[in-house]
């Protein structure tokens, strides 16, 4: 099972990394904040996002809802100090699965886990997609062409990845800046179309294969076959 923990506390972090891995022969992504948490949940292939509620840059609950919102279908479950019930309601209606309050046992959370992978969650992407001549691992963020590595950037990454979810379909500008950077960063649509010519560039193949059009005035529609 791949997990993707996000937990500010340190100590705590490193613990239930250790023993999440230890205990429960997981493998185990630690990130320290919101921004984070949603970046990695967006570029990988996880089956169960194990969320703090109180994190810098963005919460735990918002990184839920805009998961959610971004029709996100495997499990979260919420960590948090809030043992309130309607603290646990606000949390599940967020989109939470589970709901866990600090402090806890290790064993409580491994039991949950295990619950939470006994369920049926929309089916984890492909670990890998080929397109043309290109291959890209989901696993390892790694691109390549005829077998030859092709470095991306993580927003390049992410962009492609994005392309390649919404294949023959228009992405606009404004959803592919929610997507990557978040609707309310500092970044402008320059950004956007920056990031996009730099990964057209390297997916530049002479055989026509891929390509990302650029659709006036609205945004870009990427094509597996041209």
Partial sequence: MNILLAEDD???????????EKKGGYHVDWVENGDDALDYARGSAYDVLILDWMMPLMDGVDVCKRLRGDRYGQAIVLLTAKDSLQDKIFGLDAGADDYLTKPFEMDELLARLRVLARRN???????????????????????????????????????????????????????????????????????????????????????????????RGVGYRFEMDA
Avoid: C
């Avoid at 492609?160 to 609707?183: C, H, K, P, S």
């Fill in 121 to 215: 969650f929309a089916p984890r992407q492909s670990d890998t997609a080929t397109f043309g001549r290109f291959t890209l691992n989901r696993a390892s963020r790694q691109l390549s062409r005829d077998g030859a590595g092709i470095p991306l950037s993580p927003r390049e990454y992410q962009l492609l990845d994005f392309f390649l979810q919404n294949a023959g379909n228009v992405l606009t500008r404004e959803a592919i800046l929610d997507r990557i950077w978040g609707l309310g960063s500092d970044v402008s649509y320059k950004n956007v179309d920056v990031t996009v010519k730099m990964l057209r560039d390297k997916l530049d193949d002479s055989g026509g294969v891929p390509a990302i059009h650029s659709i």
């Fill in 10 to 20: 340190k100590k705590l972090g490193k613990l239930v990394k250790y023993m999440l």
